[in-house]
């Protein structure tokens, strides 16, 4: 089994930056895809960013799509978030989560993901 823990969240203004890590331990994850997702207060849970086991492709929400990257370094077991041009409607817990089944195919459902971290808040205020 494998636990998830992120860190990097906090308060910034709009039009500010974050950075986001979600550090695994118990097994690696090198062979994984990964992903990111985010819930605010009242929503559902929502697909944010995923990455390929090899970092090779990616995946975005088109609400973060050209403000958000995701990246990772499997040497560290660790994957990141890069948001930027941040939005008041970015507000939200965000999550890490692995996706346990070993495909090439990077899936976006909530469901597709076993194994998730405890969530890190990202507030952004006017």
């Known amino acids: 089994q494998v636990q998830l823990v992120e860190s990097g969240g906090g308060l910034v203004q709009a039009g500010g930056s974050l950075r986001l890590s979600c550090a695994a331990s118990?097994?690696?994850?090198?062979?994984?895809?990964m992903g990111w997702f985010r819930q605010a207060p009242g929503k559902e849970r929502e697909f944010v960013a995923a990455i390929s086991w090899n970092g090779g492709r990616t995946s975005y929400a088109d609400s973060v799509k050209g403000r958000f990257t995701i990246s990772r370094d499997n040497a560290k077991n660790t994957i990141y978030l890069q948001m930027n041009s941040l939005k008041l409607e970015d507000t939200a817990v965000y999550y890490c989560a692995v996706d346990s089944t070993q495909i090439s195919i990077i899936r976006i459902g909530v469901r597709d993901y076993e194994y998730w971290g405890q969530g890190t808040q990202v507030t952004v205020s006017s």
């Open positions: 118990g097994r690696t994850i090198r062979y994984n895809n």
